[in-house]
């Protein structure tokens, strides 16, 4: 059984920064993609980024996440990470950790407020 957790979420000023992590538990295979998607309220799932085991990235297509948001993987602890930077109001939802490896698995996800 695979489990998922994130943890770093929080209230934070506009211009402010987080880091979100994300543990994987369980059978883990060494070839796997992870990723954080985000959902504001009233709107569709979203990627955010992901990344396989090889480290290729890959970031949403549009300019609200590039050069602010960079993830990055230890393999070694199963653990994404997020570093989210100069955060803006817009960037506010709740954040979900996904591991596709054969299936889709999704943690429980964490709230990121930005205050204006």
């Known amino acids: 059984q695979v489990q998922l957790v994130e943890s770093g979420g929080g209230l934070v000023q506009a211009g402010g920064s987080l880091r979100l992590s994300c543990a994987a538990s369980g059978s883990i295979f060494s070839i796997n993609v992870m990723g954080w998607y985000r959902q504001a309220p009233g709107k569709q799932r979203e990627l955010v980024a992901s990344?396989?085991?090889?480290?290729?990235?890959?970031?949403a297509d549009s300019d609200s996440v590039k050069g602010r948001f960079t993830i990055s993987r230890d393999n070694a602890k199963n653990t994404v990470y997020l570093q989210m930077n100069s955060l803006k109001p817009e960037d506010t939802a709740v954040y979900y950790c996904?591991?596709?490896?054969?299936?889709?698995?999704w943690g429980q996800g964490t709230q990121v407020t930005v205050s204006s």
């Open positions: 990344i396989t085991s090889g480290d290729s990235t890959t970031y």
């Open positions: 996904r591991l596709l490896q054969g299936r889709n698995y």
